[in-house]
Nanobody, 127 residues
Framework: QVRLKESGGGAVQAGGSLRLSCEAS????????LTWFRQAPGKQREGVGA???????TENVHMDGRFSISRDRPKNTFFLQMNALKPEDTGTYYC?????????????????????WGQGTQVTVFS
């Protein structure tokens, strides 16, 4: 069973940047979709972006291009780079893994489909 562990959260002033990391152990293999979700207090969990086994990334259409996803394949680590942060970006950020060959956009609205989750890392953006 693959385990995920997020890190890199913290408090940052609006306009700043953070890079979150998600370490997978052991190697998730060649058949997965790794998705970043976030959950603000009192709100539903929402998908932010995803990366598949081929390194192709996709962003939730509700996002505005300030975030990007990448990976360090040899280290089994995935990253969420967040730029120009806003107070509304505050929340708990999770990485989640689904064993599938492609990151379909509808998965952003289906967090229940993901069976493997990290513990989450808190991001607080203050103005």
């Amino acid at each position: 069973q693959v385990r995920l562990k997020e890190s890199g959260g913290g408090a940052v002033q609006a306009g700043g940047s953070l890079r979150l990391s998600c370490e997978a152990s052991p190697d998730p293999g060649n058949y997965y979709c790794l998705t970043w979700f976030r959950q603000a207090p009192g709100k539903q969990r929402e998908g932010v972006g995803a990366i598949d086994r081929d390194g192709d990334t996709t962003e939730n259409v509700h996002m505005d291009g300030r975030f990007s996803i990448s990976r360090d394949r040899p280290k089994n680590t995935f990253f969420l780079q967040m730029n120009a942060l806003k107070p509304e970006d505050t929340g708990t950020y999770y990485c989640a893994l689904l064993l599938t060959s492609f990151c379909y956009n509808f998965l952003f609205d289906r967090p229940e489909r993901f069976g493997i989750w990290g513990q989450g890392t808190q991001v607080t953006v203050f103005s």
